[in-house]
């Protein structure tokens, strides 16, 4: 089976299934995120070389909660739960309708935001010797025969899938909830448990973007640029938007 995956444009917004997404390389992105008190107090507890992925990811995560709460970049605080997994809130306050999830690698940074729990998720092609290594751990024979254990992108994306399924789980890839989430195709993807998931080829990377359906969404049903019968899912019209990455782009639909 072919599961060479489309290409996804770094430094441009795209809208999918009702989520926002934003991909960059790590080497293009300029400046940093305004930080809050607390985001400072955090990044500080952060060894040296795990700040710059932080900020870097906190940098596109802002932009997102921003356009898709109405609010300014400057009054954005992306802040960890207990779990770890991010949290967005505006002028201090909370806001419980834009979930957001965050992923890194050497090379590239991803963040998504959704009005439900989202998970989005980044493993590098080169990366694959290493998923090889813990197959077992992560997937069933039919999921490792579905990704061609000779095939560096197959791999890639399917631990970016399962990655970003447990991340909109709130769950960990440890133990046994990557065994849990099923991988039934790849091209399309296709998971278990009502979840609705893409994946793209960024680079040197696999970009996996994984929605966990919200209660009373239809099943299979995308909403963009259309209210979601259920008003669960974004409706969001494609306007143009300053991202950090040194010069301008529009939005996109991917």
Known sequence: MDTVFRTIAPGRIHWWGGAGLLVARRS??????????????????LPAWRQAEWLAGRLLAKRLVGLAAGAPV?????????????????????????????????GHVAAAVAPGPVGVDLC???????VRRVAHHAFSAAELALAG?????????????????????RSTVFGAAPRRIRIRGLRPPVLGGGRRA?????????????LARPAGC???RHCI??????????????????VAVGHRQELARA
């Open 74 to 106: 400057e009054e954005v605080e992306v802040l960890p739960r207990g779990d770890g997994s991010p949290r967005a809130l505006v002028g201090g306050r909370p806001v419980p309708a834009v979930h957001v999830s965050i992923s890194h690698t050497a």
């Open 218 to 220: 239809p099943a299979g």
């Open 28 to 45: 293009d992105l300029r400046g940093g995120p305004h930080l809050s008190a607390a985001e400072q107090c955090v990044v500080r507890a």
């Open 225 to 242: 640029g259309a209210p979601c019968p259920a008003g669960s899912c974004l409706s969001v019209e494609p306007l143009p938007v300053e």
């Open 124 to 130: 590098e092609t080169a990366s694959a010797a290493v």
């Open 149 to 169: 254990p000779d095939r560096a992108d197959g791999l890639a994306g399917a631990w970016a899938l399962k990655e970003a399924a447990v991340k909109a789980d």
């Open 198 to 210: 893409m994946a793209w080829r960024a680079g040197g990377a696999v970009l996996a973007l994984v």
